[in-house]
Nanobody, 121 residues
Framework: QVQLVESGGGLVQAGGSLRLSCAAS???????MGWFRQAPGKEREFVAA????????YYVDSVKGRFTISRDNAKNTVYLQMNSLKPEDTAVYYC???????????????WGQGTQVTVSS
């Protein structure tokens, strides 16, 4: 069972930046990592993902050019650098581990506690 510890959320003004981190334990090789988010009253959305090698990435259109995903395999950690934040980025962000980016797109749980990101206008 993979354990995920998310951190880095908070309150920021529009145009600001935040960096989310997620440390994984229980699985140490050959897996994709990524982030989903869920805003109040909306469905959970697949935001970004990165392959084991880092050579493959995915971003939902609404965050392209603003968010950057990266990973440090020595630390089993994935990062989501979020710049130029907008109020519509407000959501609970959930870290996910799966075999590949493609399979992650169909991920339906289980979910961790997530980390709250709030962007004020």
């Amino acid at each position: 069972q993979v354990q995920l510890v998310e951190s880095g959320g908070g309150l920021v003004q529009a145009g600001g930046s935040l960096r989310l981190s997620c440390a994984a334990s229980g699985r140490t090789f050959n897996y994709a990592m990524g982030w989903f988010r869920q805003a109040p009253g909306k469905e959970r959305e697949f935001v970004a993902a990165i392959s084991w090698s880092g050579g493959g990435t995915y971003y939902v259109d609404s965050v392209k050019g603003r968010f950057t995903i990266s990973r440090d395999n020595a630390k089993n950690t994935v990062y989501l650098q979020m710049n130029s934040l907008k109020p519509e980025d407000t959501a609970v962000y959930y870290c996910v581990v799966d075999d590949t980016i493609a399979t992650m797109a169909w991920y339906r749980g289980p979910w961790g506690q997530g980390t709250q990101v709030t962007v004020s206008s």
